[in-house]
């Protein structure tokens, strides 16, 4: 890669600041960039896991908390209710 390519994003950021005037939103805007970033490396990341160690790093402890939760409440429709629970202790949802 050049040295033009590798300056480029820089380049872009010092063109963002600019163009807002405000270097919070260019400040904002690069967060948001590396957040982007590492949500798609830690997807990556993911992908390359065996199976077993995939759901122990994503499944296996939402499912534990709530089975620990069901046998507590011991309701009528136990499946329903484990759905419900996992739907709203999904950390991966951001009304969470």
Do not use: C, F
Request: aromatic share 4%.
């Amino acid at each position: 890669m050049s040295a033009e390519g590798e300056q480029q994003p820089m380049e872009e950021v010092e063109n963002a600041v600019a163009v807002n005037n405000e270097p919070a939103s260019g400040v904002r805007e690069i967060q948001e960039a590396e957040a982007d970033l590492e949500a798609a490396q830690e997807k990556l990341n993911l992908q390359a896991l065996p199976i077993r160690a995939y759901l122990d790093q994503t499944v296996v402890p939402l499912l534990l908390d709530g089975m620990s939760a069901l046998v507590k409440e011991r309701p009528p429709n136990p499946v329903e209710w484990l759905a419900a629970y996992l739907l709203k202790h999904n950390p991966q949802n951001p009304s969470s």
